[in-house]
């Protein structure tokens, strides 16, 4: 069943992962939203996170988990971004693709049924 999670970055300047090449590119609410969509659609994030670890074999494989279904959405609020995420994906694996994506600079706002 998808979920409705609804996102801030305060800052988006500083919504950064402390891992350059695991980190959000983008500076807009669009690219970040696009970003994000494609983290959650997609392995690709997670292949390279998992190529950084010690031992890649012994990442569980759950942990890359997609949904090709997957949408988001980025509004300019103000001076911060809101995303709006629907996914299937649990809620511990959408706040680890973020922590990679975005570090701590991201707040979960609210989470609804789409």
């Not at 069943?1 to 800052?11: D, G, H, N, S, T």
């Not at 500083?14 to 807009?28: H, Y």
């Not at 299937?88 to 973020?98: A, D, E, P, T, V």
């Amino acid at each position: 069943m998808a979920v409705k999670y609804i996102l801030r970055l305060p800052e988006p300047s500083k919504a950064r992962g402390t891992e350059p090449a695991l980190s959000f590119t983008s500076g807009g609410a669009e690219g970040l939203a696009a970003e994000l969509q494609a983290a959650l659609r997609e392995d690709t994030l997670f292949r390279r996170w998992r190529a950084m670890q010690e031992d890649p074999d012994e990442v569980d494989d759950a942990l890359g988990a997609t949904d090709p279904a997957a949408s988001v959405l980025g509004k300019q609020e103000d001076l911060q971004i809101e995303l709006h995420a629907t996914t299937s994906i649990s809620s511990g694996i959408l706040k680890q693709r973020l922590r990679w994506l975005a570090g701590d600079h991201w707040v979960l706002a609210d989470v609804r049924n789409p």
